[in-house]
């Protein structure tokens, strides 16, 4: 298959190697699954990308969605791709088999849904959107609005949104201002403007459930006054029949840099009499029901960072292979035949960059996705205890380090195209404004810095943050016992001190009641942490890697060198960028925070 997605070969390498997935079948819920159906559903996933997602990838792109008589117009490929996706029942792949699922490892069904991202965003964007949502009603909602709402949604009858921005608010969820009045047959009348909704508005589906947060007349202010709701765009039957239209009307669409072919709307509910809507969960605690969809989407977003990125480098690498430009520093005979790109220096620096990027964010998604089902079915509580303080720590890591540097992989993609990386005749400059909408999903770097800094490092007594620092250091001393990786072990130690440091510095300040001076700087916090976890995965890699050579592992001689290599470029060239933040997060400087606005 030709495709420029993923590199197939070190997705087995991370997933069997370094993460151990087949170990995942030892859980009672994996036991009819084998190696062989793990690689199958994923082979599936990656023909459905390459056929049926990225061929209409830049025509959406080119062709966003109108608002046109009160309804929105679409390329017409899109409708059938997410159909081909439904029929495969990739929609449900890590669902029980009583919905319709494949009960797949978690870190298998990310990969699936990850591969269409890699390979369409925009046209997955419905698909991650409903599967997100339908696991909120499944996990919060009463069993009659799973049967309703959330069954049609991993079948792919109905697709699914998240409401939470609204004009005035942004952000800040505890000022908004939707309200919903409870009638006497225990449904409620909701009326309020949403903005921002991805996926808001289509005819992709037969229905669109939207999840809606708003207020209940007593409700508290702030976020303690948050319920959540079950708003479809159709009124849906008791017999599963689609009833009138809701009181949802589209007001228009916004039209954004990247992920063009996600409609990105405004919403108006409650023009006529109030839209119908349903309580999901207790009410006033709305806000922990919706953040079980946020942080799925959190962990998604950094992996569709990681795929943008990840197809980038591919087409860079390509590209760089074919391309000849110039000549070796040395050679002054200007009649000697020119060279690919990938023979010049700066070239190797940018794709070795890219690399190191996307491979080690994909580590850190996977290592993600394997910590939730270690939550779920490890055999002793206290593991699973831990697994799930873990993934709670590492959320916004997880959301934010490949928003950052896995877009910065996109830029060099660019770059290594030279002039023609910023036409639109190659597909390099799309990925890029597609990825650059990653910072702001679901949270911008500086909202899960906070929420790192200022909640998760501390919670529990730190013992998460403990517990991820006892990993580190059985890495560690397996590289100490390693003659290619004794000096990388160094650096990444160096790199967990420093962070051990500013925690206890910004922590202590914290406590002491300097709260602001302790996380003016939390995005710089959440930038070293982040580089330090990493570093650690990348040798973790390092070491698979050697293990590989030594023992004729099942990948290639030059792909275990490769990752040797990119091991040391990221521990000599990367990690002295945690040294760097560390000296301002130590002394908690407050330059940021003593710069008056009318200074600027």
């Known amino acids: 298959?030709?495709?420029?997605?993923?590199?197939?070969?070190?997705?087995?390498?991370?997933?069997?190697?370094?993460?151990?997935?087949?170990?995942?079948?030892?859980?009672?819920?994996?036991?009819?699954?084998?190696?062989?159906?793990?690689?199958?559903?994923?082979?599936?996933?990656?023909?459905?990308?390459?056929?049926?997602?990225?061929?209409?990838?830049?025509?959406?792109?080119?062709?966003?969605?109108?608002?046109?008589?009160?309804?929105?117009?679409?390329?017409?490929?899109?409708?059938?791709?997410?159909?081909?996706?439904?029929?495969?029942?990739?929609?449900?792949?890590?669902?029980?088999?009583?919905?319709?699922?494949?009960?797949?490892?978690?870190?298998?069904?990310?990969?699936?849904?990850?591969?269409?991202?890699?390979?369409?965003?925009?046209?997955?964007?419905?698909?991650?959107?409903?599967?997100?949502?339908?696991?909120?009603?499944?996990?919060?909602?009463?069993d009659e609005q799973k049967a309703r709402f959330a069954e049609p949604m991993l079948a792919g009858r109905f697709f699914g949104t998240m409401c939470l921005t609204e004009p005035h608010a942004g952000s800040s969820l505890g000022d908004l201002k939707t309200r919903a009045l409870p009638q006497e047959d225990g449904s409620y009348r909701l009326s309020g403007n949403k903005i921002f909704i991805s996926a808001g508005d289509h005819e992709l589906s037969e229905n669109i459930v939207h999840l809606v947060l708003a207020r209940l007349p007593d409700a508290p202010a702030g976020v303690k006054g948050i319920s959540l709701f079950i708003v479809p765009k159709f009124i849906v039957n008791e017999d599963s029949s689609l009833g009138p239209r809701n009181d949802?009307?589209?007001?228009?669409?916004?039209?954004?840099?990247?992920?063009?072919?996600?409609?990105?709307?405004?919403?108006?509910?409650?023009?006529?009499?109030?839209a119908v809507g349903y309580l999901v969960g207790e009410p006033n605690n709305g806000l922990a029901g919706m953040f079980h969809m946020m942080n799925e989407a959190r962990i998604g977003v950094g992996l569709g960072a990681v795929m943008l990125g990840y197809t980038g480098y591919l087409h860079a690498l390509d590209y760089a292979r074919d391309r000849r430009q110039g000549r070796p520093l040395g050679q002054k005979d200007p009649q000697s035949p020119q060279v690919p790109l990938i023979e010049h220096a700066d070239v190797r620096r940018m794709l070795?960059?890219?690399?190191?990027?996307?491979?080690?964010?994909?580590?850190?998604?996977?290592?993600?996705?394997?910590?939730?089902?270690?939550?779920?079915?490890?055999?002793?509580?206290?593991?699973?205890?831990?697994?799930?303080?873990?993934?709670?720590?590492?959320?916004?890591?997880?959301?934010?380090?490949?928003?950052?540097?896995?877009?910065?992989?996109?830029?060099?993609?660019?770059?290594?195209?030279?002039?023609?990386?910023?036409?639109?005749?190659?597909?390099?400059?799309?990925?890029?404004?597609?990825?650059?909408?990653?910072?702001?999903?679901?949270?911008?770097?500086?909202?899960?810095?906070?929420?790192?800094?200022?909640?998760?490092?501390?919670?529990?007594?730190?013992?998460?943050?403990?517990?991820?620092?006892?990993?580190?250091?059985?890495?560690?001393?397996?590289?100490?016992?390693?003659?290619?990786?004794?000096?990388?072990?160094?650096?990444?130690?160096?790199?967990?001190?420093?962070?051990?440091?500013?925690?206890?510095?910004?922590?202590?300040?914290?406590?002491?009641?300097?709260?602001?001076?302790?996380?003016?700087?939390?995005?710089?916090?959440?930038?070293?942490?982040?580089?330090?976890?990493v570093g650690w995965l990348w040798l973790r890699q390092g070491l698979c890697a050697e293990q590989g050579l030594a023992e004729g592992g099942p990948q290639t001689e030059a792909f275990y060198r490769g990752k040797l290599k990119t091991c040391d470029y990221f521990c000599r060239y990367e990690l002295p960028r945690v040294q760097a933040l560390g000296s301002v997060l130590v002394s908690v400087d407050a330059t940021t925070q003593e710069m008056e606005p009318d200074w600027f």
Request: charged share 25%.
């Open 248 to 274: 949802v009307a589209l007001a228009g669409l916004i039209h954004k840099m990247g992920y063009r072919g996600t409609t990105s709307t405004m919403l108006n509910f409650g023009e006529k009499d109030g």
């Open 1 to 142: 298959m030709d495709q420029k997605i993923i590199s197939t070969q070190d997705l087995a390498f991370q997933l069997y190697e370094l993460h151990g997935a087949e170990g995942l079948l030892r859980f009672a819920r994996y036991r009819d699954h084998s190696r062989d159906t793990l690689d199958a559903a994923l082979e599936l996933a990656l023909k459905v990308a390459a056929e049926e997602f990225a061929p209409h990838n830049a025509l959406a792109d080119g062709e966003e969605p109108r608002f046109e008589d009160g309804r929105v117009v679409m390329r017409p490929e899109v409708g059938p791709a997410l159909k081909v996706l439904a029929e495969t029942g990739l929609m449900a792949a890590g669902q029980d088999y009583e919905r319709g699922g494949m009960q797949l490892p978690v870190a298998i069904a990310q990969m699936c849904v990850g591969m269409l991202k890699g390979a369409n965003v925009g046209t997955q964007g419905y698909a991650g959107l409903t599967i997100a949502a339908a696991n909120l009603i499944l996990a919060h909602g009463s």
């Open 352 to 533: 070795l960059t890219q690399k190191a990027y996307v491979e080690g964010g994909l580590s850190l998604c996977l290592f993600g996705a394997t910590l939730v089902d270690e939550k779920r079915y490890a055999e002793e509580a206290s593991d699973r205890q831990t697994a799930a303080a873990m993934l709670d720590l590492l959320t916004p890591v997880i959301k934010s380090w490949p928003s950052q540097f896995c877009l910065e992989a996109n830029s060099l993609a660019i770059q290594v195209h030279g002039g023609y990386g910023y036409t639109r005749e190659y597909p390099v400059e799309q990925f890029y404004r597609d990825n650059r909408l990653n910072p702001i999903h679901e949270g911008t770097h500086g909202i899960q810095g906070l929420d790192l800094l200022g909640r998760k490092v501390s919670m529990q007594d730190g013992l998460p943050y403990k517990a991820l620092l006892v990993r580190m250091r059985e890495t560690l001393a397996q590289a100490r016992e390693s003659a290619l990786l004794a000096d990388n072990g160094r650096r990444l130690a160096e790199a967990v001190d420093t962070v051990e440091a500013a925690t206890k510095a910004l922590v202590t300040r914290r406590n002491a009641g300097e709260v602001d001076k302790a996380m003016a700087n939390a995005s710089l916090y959440l930038e070293a942490f982040g580089h330090t976890v």
